[in-house]
């Protein structure tokens, strides 16, 4: 925190990842350059209060951050027997697979659910989508948080079984974090003394330095990130 003097202007740099155009298909570092961006920053004067300088140490790298559309299909890569391996045995999950190995999605998940899908988070759309709608129960609910497999699409997919929703009287809904901020406090305090006793794990991919932000995106399409990506921006005593 600084104290303003007399309304006083700072010129502030900051680093910036950009995209040259629009990207077609999955992003490439050679999509993204990096910049150094000036701000002007007007300091309050003392008897309109402090200011607040605010350093950031991470930052989230997700698929969203690709951004544009563009007019050519690009395909995500996200699956790997790696991450099968982690799911199971670092993160407790009862079953799961690599969906490259199955091309018939359906028959997988009547495998791995055969008494059938009480919940799914749904962030993938398209083929998943449609086989897991088949594989519902009654009641369920899906919450849909983004479908990965279509942001780089002309067209998107269609979906086929969405009669399931009548049939099986299930809840499917969209949901966005920026609507629910209100919550999080009371998120934390459920959350977190689970994580201190270990009953939720959680796996990060830190990338150190915005220069290989452009890489840590890229490599989200190509499947090479295990965990949630963030990166490290500054270190915490800096």
Avoid: W
């Amino acid at each position: 925190m600084a104290s303003g003097g007399n309304g006083e202007e700072l010129m502030i740099k900051n680093k910036q990842v950009l995209a040259k155009d629009y990207i077609t298909g999955n992003p490439r570092e050679s999509d993204m350059y990096l910049t150094t961006a000036t701000t002007k920053l007007k300091l309050p004067a003392e008897e309109e209060g402090a200011a607040v300088l605010v350093k950031n140490l991470y930052l989230s790298c997700d698929p969203y951050m690709r951004g544009v559309k563009n007019p050519e299909p690009g395909r995500p890569h996200a699956g790997s027997d790696d991450k099968v391996e982690i799911l199971k045995n670092k993160l407790g999950v009862d079953e799961a697979f690599n969906y490259k190995s199955h091309e018939d999605l359906d028959a997988a998940l009547k495998r791995y659910f055969p008494e059938g899908i009480d919940i799914y988070f749904e962030n993938v759309g398209g083929k998943m989508l449609d086989a897991v709608l088949l594989n519902m129960r009654d009641h369920g609910r899906i919450a849909v948080s983004g479908m990965i497999s279509q942001y780089d699409l002309h067209e998107s997919e269609g979906v086929r079984n969405l009669m399931q929703l009548r049939l099986k009287q299930i809840r499917m809904e969209g949901f966005d974090v920026l609507q629910n901020y209100h919550l999080y406090s009371s998120f934390l305090d459920t959350v977190l003394p689970y994580i201190r006793l270990g009953k939720i794990a959680y796996v990060e991919h830190i990338v150190e330095g915005l220069d290989n932000g452009p890489a840590a995106l890229a490599n989200l399409f190509r499947g090479l990130n295990i965990g949630k990506t963030l990166l490290l921006l500054a270190p915490h005593d800096d």
